[in-house]
């Protein structure tokens, strides 16, 4: 009788506690979506900052042509005259994902715009990411972990600042698939099912659709296998895990157009297939072991170590010599970086100029991960204490990922789950014991405590029993293994127990502590909150500063995009710097010279090049480019400081590195970047200086850029071969036109009047729009 | 390059009559085939200048033959880093024997000189250097070396010899080519490693099946996962990356020294280790009291310690916050409803 009633309470608790989680979950999902949507609050629904406007425009495409268009999209909107092949040169994971969800949603009558469908896909996406981050933890430490793990994840800022509603970029999604993927190979690792291995490697699919980033999954998976190998954790369950993965995913991956045969050629992928002729020599080892008496084994050993140790050797002078006959070595820039940090600085400006390929300082992993910053180092003892297949893992990732977000800081966003894991695993073993302590005494009895808060505990051990009986059920390979890993499994639970009958800390000492923890966990959420409102909602297309007279807003690069999309002919030609490309063909739908997508540095180059030339030399390049107008977004009225200006340095460097006569000691002063009267001629000359500056001294009548802080070094000047055709209200951005060649048959005298009537008829008409 | 017309017909007589003397001693000045032969000498081919070699040189007639970088050295300034003379000298010669092996024809159109403070100070007059590193090039038109001369700016060095070789390809219209530089490790260490790393390899795969390397010691991962951590987060990449110094002077008082920099986007070592000190001890204290404390059975023993952890703990995370509020300047706060203030 009462061991039924106690099976039944076990029972009912069990349900209890699933309901409970299935809740709090639920409204972590809430969270994650809530806790993003303050740039719509604050600001509107719009699309966010540069690239989140080549998806959308893709996007755009996708909902209206189909798939099979997209797929073989040849866009001429951009890098003309070049064009670029988008279906093959897209991770369209995003972007297939946003489409599906906006027919899903027509289909079922909700008319939602592709915009709104678009701005919403993070925050839901980051609900997704949170709920996988929940079943990676369980399955590492227990579902009281996961469900902390969630909770933190569900609102670290690292993560919040790539997923804002409207923030619509491969990160939004790919976060999600990074940590399902690792979900997937854990639970295959810990049951050696082969339905999770496939649904792994489907997964593993998803996130090569989504994101570059995928090559840090096919470099970390293979690690983790190869330390389990090392360290003597070989099992058949690590076999399953990995086997069909590499097999499966780099078929899969291979269909994705961006990656092809990248798959099998690169260098970021050999290590996957070196490890998996590793595990096969070691699998074949284990599989002799087995049947062979040990005196034979130690001759065989002998033979296949030799064999293996060949075979292994073959083939890495193999790939040695297909990596070495690469230039790069076989490396992309941006994972050579990763490799020697200071390799980028060093020979690819293009990389170097942007701004979140610099290495972090201490601040940025306070503000990013706040508080988990403390907490993971006890997430890394606790993961050893006891040491298991999915624990080490969890290692592996954090470990892996900290280095990683050391050298470049939009790695941080990779770091973001990992810190989460292992602060969620760091919180819950902390309450664990001091609640435990804290119930033991109030309690006062040895017996193991029973109410409430014992829940999460017990959730953990009941899943280490079912996993184990799984493990029983599924396994049928070799016995000794299976005799091992039965003895892995049982250790960590009788420990456990053991521990919860003596295991504890003072009372006041730990009502402390659990006050600490709490406080801890509070000043987290306001950091949180504060991050994703003030810091990371910004849509950088739209701005706003508040000032003692109220709330300023400068809607004007909308503005200058409009103005281009209802003033210039269809087939028209602007040229900006790379920032404004894929603005301009989204919003303006006007062709561009360059975009975001920084495939052709030559290209770029050329642009950087006529920026920092000469007028009439930049008229020459700009004319054989077909550009009939030049944007350039100014700062210094308003004090916008990411304008042109302060990024032309990188122009000249870019444009330096291809064309050798500009140079950049030309633009500096004493190795001083200014623009004030003791700029050198050649930036007073340069056309990104002039049309920046252009009537700017009308502004305010002495020219003082509120940017840099001084008066401009040359005020009065004319344009010979621009026209200014628009400038916005706080004039951010300004648009000239080409003029057309001189006619040569015209007199000189004729031309020069007729130029002097046309300047003052433009000047009598358009008046200073600061006014 | 402008040879002068006497030079040229003085060299093609010496070609008539010396058919198989090879193209250094084409020159026929004695200056010439004198500093070509110091250049051969030097390892690097740099040329040790003294005051006398200097003036020799300057009274040759004004289109000289050659041109001529001179690095301006001084032994008592090794000694400060923020110089960093030593460094730039090696880079200087790395430019001239790179110079000298990719250009073997224009050998003597551009010479390396290096001039040593005590021991040619009229030189350094001569020239009006009065602060170092100071780097200079003659062309062939210069007579009055003072002002017709050009100095290597400090952007021309940043980037060491990379950037020299710029330096001397846009001014004086010579190709240095690729800048060889030693390998870390000679080909014979290489070898020796391969080969130690081949005995090696059964040995150790023997103790890998047998399972007990290192390797199978949990605590040194435990250690070493820490380490990366603390490593990571103390921003120790962004300081090798950028190389930052440890401390700086303070601007307004040098004998005082800053351990912290105001401002996000940089930081000093001392004070990324300190943080990233800060950043792991609370994690690893709360796991020493998770994991360890409690297994101890003394009640006192565990107050105490429990009380000091916890002491520590907060203050180090007081610390962080406010030094992170102090550096970057964002003032966090939370969103209380307005009625409650």
């Given at each position: 009788?009462?061991?039924?009633?106690?099976?039944?309470s076990?029972?009912?608790?069990?349900?209890?506690?699933?309901?409970?989680?299935?809740t709090?979950?639920?409204l972590?999902?809430?969270m994650?979506f809530?806790?993003?949507?303050?740039?719509?609050?604050?600001?509107?629904s719009v699309i966010?900052?540069?690239?989140?406007?080549?998806?959308?425009?893709?996007?755009?495409?996708?909902?209206?042509?189909?798939?099979?268009?997209?797929?073989n999209?040849f866009?001429?909107r951009?890098?003309?005259?070049?064009?670029?092949?988008?279906?093959?040169?897209v991770?369209?994971?995003?972007?297939?994902?946003?489409?599906?969800?906006?027919r899903i949603?027509?289909?079922?009558?909700?008319?939602?715009?592709?915009?709104?469908?678009?701005?919403?896909?993070?925050?839901?996406?980051?609900?997704?990411?949170?709920?996988?981050?929940?079943?990676?933890?369980?399955e590492?430490?227990?579902?009281?972990a996961?469900?902390?793990?969630?909770?933190?994840l569900?609102?670290?800022?690292?993560?919040?600042?790539?997923?804002?509603?409207g923030?619509y970029?491969?990160?939004?999604?790919?976060?999600?698939a990074?940590?399902?993927?690792?979900?997937l190979?854990?639970?295959?690792?810990?049951?050696g099912?082969?339905?999770?291995?496939?649904l792994?490697?489907?997964?593993?699919f998803?996130?090569?659709c989504?994101?570059?980033g995928?090559?840090?999954i096919i470099?970390?998976?293979?690690?983790?296998?190869?330390?389990?190998?090392?360290?003597?954790?070989?099992s058949p369950?690590?076999?399953?895990?990995y086997?069909?993965?590499?097999v499966?995913?780099?078929?899969?991956a291979?269909?994705?157009?961006?990656?092809?045969?990248?798959?099998?050629?690169?260098s970021?992928?050999?290590?996957?297939?070196?490890?998996?002729?590793?595990?096969h020599?070691?699998?074949?080892?284990?599989?002799?072991?087995?049947?062979?008496?040990?005196?034979?084994?130690?001759?065989?050993?002998?033979?296949?170590?030799s064999?293996?140790?060949?075979?292994?050797?073959?083939?890495?002078?193999?790939?040695?010599?297909l990596?070495?006959s690469?230039p790069?070595?076989?490396?992309?820039?941006?994972?050579?970086?990763?490799l020697d940090?200071?390799?980028a600085?060093?020979?690819?400006?293009?990389?170097?100029?942007?701004?979140?390929?610099?290495?972090?300082?201490?601040?940025?992993?306070?503000?990013?991960?706040?508080?988990?910053?403390?907490?993971?180092?006890?997430?890394?003892?606790?993961?050893?204490l006891?040491l298991?297949?999915?624990?080490?893992f969890?290692?592996l990732?954090?470990?892996?990922?900290?280095?990683?977000?050391?050298?470049?800081?939009?790695?941080?966003?990779?770091?973001?789950?990992?810190?989460?894991?292992?602060?969620?695993?760091?919180?819950?073993?902390?309450?664990?014991v001091?609640?435990?302590?804290?119930?033991?005494?109030?309690?006062?009895t040895?017996?193991?405590?029973?109410?409430?808060a014992?829940?999460?505990?017990?959730?953990?051990?009941?899943?280490?029993?079912?996993?184990?009986?799984?493990?029983t059920?599924?396994?049928?390979?070799?016995?000794?293994?299976?005799k091992?890993?039965k003895?892995?499994?049982?250790?960590?639970?009788?420990?456990?127990?053991?521990?919860?009958?003596?295991?504890?800390l003072?009372?006041?000492?730990?009502?402390?502590?659990?006050f600490l923890?709490?406080?801890?966990g509070?000043?987290?959420?306001?950091?949180?909150?504060?991050?994703?409102?003030?810091?990371?909602?910004?849509?950088?297309?739209?701005?706003t500063?508040?000032?003692h007279?109220?709330?300023?807003?400068?809607d004007?690069?909308r503005?200058?995009y409009?103005w281009?999309s209802h003033?210039?002919?269809?087939?028209?030609?602007?040229?900006?710097?790379?920032?404004?490309?894929y603005?301009t063909?989204?919003?303006?739908?006007?062709?561009v010279?360059v975009?975001?997508?920084?495939?052709?540095?030559?290209?770029?180059?050329?642009?950087?090049?006529?920026?920092?030339?000469?007028e009439?030399?930049?008229?020459?390049i700009?004319?054989s480019?077909?550009?009939?107008?030049?944007?350039?977004?100014?700062?210094?009225?308003?004090?916008?400081?990411?304008?042109?200006?302060?990024?032309?340095?990188w122009?000249?460097?870019?444009?330096?590195?291809?064309?050798?006569?500009?140079?950049?000691?030309?633009?500096?002063?004493?190795?001083?970047?200014?623009i004030?009267?003791q700029a050198?001629?050649?930036?007073?000359?340069?056309?990104?200086?002039k049309?920046?500056?252009y009537r700017?001294?009308?502004?305010?009548?002495?020219?003082?850029?509120?940017?840099?802080?001084?008066?401009?070094?040359k005020?009065?000047?004319?344009?010979?071969?621009f026209?200014?055709?628009f400038t916005?209200?706080?004039?951010?951005?300004?648009?000239?036109?080409?003029?057309?060649?001189r006619?040569?048959?015209?007199?000189?005298?004729?031309?020069?009047?007729?130029?002097?009537s046309?300047?003052?008829?433009?000047?009598?008409?358009?008046?200073n729009?600061?006014? | 390059?402008?040879?002068?017309?006497t030079?040229?017909?003085?060299?093609a007589?010496l070609?008539?009559?010396?058919?198989?003397?090879?193209?250094?001693?084409?020159?026929?000045?004695?200056?010439?085939t004198e500093?070509?032969?110091?250049?051969?000498?030097s390892?690097?081919?740099v040329?040790?200048?003294?005051?006398?070699?200097?003036?020799?040189i300057?009274?040759?007639?004004?289109?000289?033959?050659?041109?001529?970088?001179?690095?301006?050295?001084?032994?008592?300034?090794?000694?400060?880093?923020?110089?960093?003379?030593?460094?730039?000298?090696?880079?200087?010669?790395?430019?001239?024997?790179?110079f000298?092996?990719?250009?073997?024809n224009?050998?003597?159109?551009l010479?390396?000189?290096?001039?040593?403070?005590?021991e040619?100070?009229?030189?350094?007059?001569q020239?009006?250097?009065?602060?170092?590193?100071h780097?200079r090039?003659?062309?062939?038109?210069?007579?009055?070396?003072?002002?017709?001369?050009?100095?290597?700016?400090?952007?021309d060095?940043?980037?060491?010899?990379?950037?020299m070789?710029e330096?001397?390809?846009?001014?004086?219209?010579?190709?240095?080519?690729?800048?060889?530089?030693?390998?870390?490790?000679?080909?014979?260490q290489?070898?020796?490693?391969?080969?130690?790393?081949?005995?090696?390899?059964?040995?150790?795969?023997?103790k890998?099946?047998?399972g007990n390397?290192?390797?199978?010691?949990?605590n040194?991962w435990m250690?070493?996962?820490?380490?990366?951590?603390?490593?990571?987060v103390?921003g120790?990449?962004?300081?090798i990356?950028?190389?930052?110094?440890?401390?700086?002077?303070?601007?307004?008082?040098?004998?005082?020294?800053?351990?912290?920099?105001q401002?996000?986007?940089?930081?000093?070592?001392?004070?990324?280790?300190?943080?990233?000190?800060?950043?792991?001890?609370?994690?690893?204290?709360?796991?020493?009291v998770?994991?360890?404390?409690?297994?101890?059975?003394?009640?006192?023993?565990?107050?105490?310690?429990?009380?000091?952890?916890?002491?520590?703990?907060?203050?180090?995370v007081?610390?962080?916050?406010?030094?992170?509020?102090?550096k970057?300047g964002?003032s966090?706060?939370?969103?209380?409803?307005s009625?409650?203030?």
């Amino acid at each position: 009788m009462a061991a039924q009633e106690t099976s039944q309470s076990a029972i009912f608790r069990h349900a209890f506690g699933n309901v409970l989680s299935f809740t709090v979950l639920l409204l972590i999902g809430v969270m994650a979506f809530s806790i993003r949507l303050f740039s719509v609050i604050k600001y509107e629904s719009v699309i966010h900052e540069f690239d989140p406007y080549f998806n959308y425009r893709v996007t755009q495409f996708l909902t209206k042509s189909g798939v099979y268009d997209f797929w073989n999209w040849f866009d001429d909107r951009t890098w003309y005259p070049l064009g670029r092949v988008i279906g093959g040169t897209v991770y369209p994971g995003l972007t297939l994902t946003a489409g599906t969800l906006w027919r899903i949603l027509n289909s079922i009558n909700i008319p939602l715009s592709v915009e709104t469908v678009c701005v919403f896909t993070a925050p839901v996406f980051s609900a997704f990411a949170s709920w996988a981050t929940y079943l990676l933890t369980k399955e590492i430490k227990g579902a009281g972990a996961g469900l902390t793990a969630a909770a933190l994840l569900a609102m670290v800022p690292s993560y919040i600042s790539r997923s804002v509603a409207g923030s619509y970029d491969n990160e939004a999604v790919a976060i999600f698939a990074l940590i399902f993927t690792f979900y997937l190979y854990i639970k295959t690792l810990n049951t050696g099912s082969l339905f999770y291995a496939t649904l792994n490697a489907i997964a593993y699919f998803y996130m090569v659709c989504s994101w570059g980033g995928y090559t840090f999954i096919i470099n970390l998976i293979p690690m983790h296998v190869l330390l389990c190998i090392v360290t003597g954790r070989y099992s058949p369950r690590l076999y399953i895990a990995y086997a069909p993965l590499v097999v499966l995913g780099t078929l899969l991956a291979a269909l994705v157009p961006v990656v092809g045969f990248n798959a099998v050629m690169t260098s970021e992928h050999f290590a996957s297939f070196l490890v998996f002729i590793i595990i096969h020599v070691v699998a074949l080892v284990y599989y002799i072991k087995g049947i062979l008496t040990p005196q034979m084994f130690k001759v065989a050993v002998t033979l296949v170590v030799s064999v293996g140790m060949v075979l292994c050797f073959a083939v890495l002078a193999v790939l040695i010599a297909l990596v070495a006959s690469s230039p790069t070595k076989g490396w992309s820039g941006r994972s050579l970086s990763l490799l020697d940090p200071t390799y980028a600085s060093k020979y690819i400006p293009i990389i170097a100029s942007v701004s979140e390929h610099q290495p972090p300082t201490w601040p940025s992993y306070f503000m990013d991960i706040n508080v988990l910053a403390f907490l993971v180092p006890a997430g890394i003892i606790a993961c050893f204490l006891p040491l298991s297949d999915a624990s080490s893992f969890a290692v592996l990732y954090i470990v892996t990922s900290v280095y990683f977000s050391g050298v470049m800081v939009r790695l941080m966003l990779v770091l973001a789950p990992a810190a989460c894991i292992m602060s969620g695993i760091a919180l819950s073993e902390a309450f664990d014991v001091f609640t435990r302590s804290i119930k033991f005494h109030l309690v006062g009895t040895t017996q193991n405590p029973q109410e409430n808060a014992g829940d999460a505990t017990k959730v953990t051990q009941n899943d280490v029993k079912s996993e184990k009986s799984e493990d029983t059920v599924k396994e049928r390979s070799s016995r000794k293994s299976k005799k091992k890993d039965k003895e892995n499994i049982e250790k960590p639970s009788l420990v456990s127990r053991v521990e919860k009958r003596l295991l504890v800390l003072p009372l006041e000492t730990s009502v402390m502590a659990v006050f600490l923890v709490v406080l801890l966990g509070a000043f987290y959420v306001v950091h949180c909150v504060w991050a994703a409102a003030e810091a990371y909602s910004a849509p950088s297309i739209v701005l706003t500063s508040r000032s003692h007279d109220g709330l300023h807003v400068f809607d004007d690069f909308r503005e200058a995009y409009a103005w281009l999309s209802h003033n210039t002919e269809v087939d028209d030609k602007v040229a900006s710097w790379w920032d404004y490309g894929y603005q301009t063909t989204a919003m303006a739908n006007r062709t561009v010279i360059v975009d975001n997508n920084t495939w052709n540095n030559t290209h770029i180059a050329t642009v950087g090049t006529a920026l920092s030339s000469p007028e009439k030399a930049a008229w020459d390049i700009f004319n054989s480019l077909d550009v009939k107008y030049v944007l350039v977004v100014f700062g210094g009225l308003v004090g916008y400081p990411s304008d042109d200006i302060n990024k032309f340095l990188w122009m000249v460097r870019i444009g330096g590195g291809v064309f050798p006569h500009i140079k950049e000691p030309d633009y500096l002063r004493d190795g001083q970047y200014r623009i004030d009267s003791q700029a050198t001629p050649t930036m007073l000359n340069c056309l990104m200086y002039k049309l920046s500056y252009y009537r700017f001294v009308e502004t305010d009548g002495r020219g003082y850029d509120k940017v840099r802080n001084t008066e401009i070094g040359k005020k009065h000047f004319k344009l010979n071969h621009f026209e200014e055709v628009f400038t916005t209200h706080h004039w951010m951005v300004r648009i000239y036109k080409l003029k057309s060649p001189r006619n040569r048959i015209r007199g000189k005298t004729k031309r020069s009047k007729s130029q002097k009537s046309g300047t003052s008829k433009r000047s009598t008409r358009k008046k200073n729009p600061w006014q | 390059m402008a040879i002068s017309p006497t030079t040229f017909a003085i060299a093609a007589l010496l070609l008539i009559s010396h058919l198989t003397s090879p193209a250094a001693s084409l020159s026929s000045d004695p200056i010439v085939t004198e500093l070509s032969a110091l250049q051969s000498q030097s390892p690097t081919g740099v040329i040790r200048l003294s005051d006398s070699l200097l003036r020799r040189i300057l009274s040759l007639p004004t289109p000289r033959p050659f041109h001529a970088l001179i690095f301006f050295d001084a032994h008592h300034l090794h000694s400060k880093p923020e110089l960093s003379l030593p460094t730039l000298k090696s880079e200087f010669a790395l430019v001239s024997a790179s110079f000298q092996s990719n250009n073997p024809n224009h050998k003597s159109k551009l010479f390396f000189f290096e001039v040593e403070f005590q021991e040619s100070q009229s030189s350094f007059a001569q020239f009006g250097v009065n602060s170092l590193p100071h780097i200079r090039l003659i062309p062939p038109t210069a007579s009055d070396v003072k002002t017709e001369s050009i100095q290597m700016d400090a952007a021309d060095y940043s980037r060491l010899a990379d950037s020299m070789a710029e330096f001397i390809e846009s001014r004086a219209k010579f190709t240095v080519g690729q800048i060889n530089r030693p390998p870390v490790v000679s080909r014979k260490q290489i070898a020796f490693i391969i080969a130690v790393i081949l005995i090696m390899t059964p040995f150790f795969l023997k103790k890998l099946i047998s399972g007990n390397t290192i390797f199978h010691d949990k605590n040194i991962w435990m250690a070493g996962a820490v380490f990366v951590y603390f490593f990571s987060v103390s921003g120790a990449m962004f300081n090798i990356i950028r190389k930052m110094p440890m401390v700086i002077a303070d601007r307004q008082d040098p004998s005082k020294l800053v351990f912290f920099y105001q401002g996000s986007g940089m930081q000093l070592g001392a004070e990324g280790f300190s943080i990233g000190f800060l950043y792991t001890i609370v994690g690893l204290l709360l796991a020493f009291v998770t994991h360890v404390l409690v297994r101890v059975k003394n009640k006192t023993a565990q107050r105490l310690v429990m009380l000091f952890a916890l002491f520590v703990s907060f203050w180090a995370v007081k610390k962080v916050i406010s030094l992170d509020n102090w550096k970057t300047g964002y003032s966090i706060h939370a969103y209380i409803p307005s009625s409650w203030q």
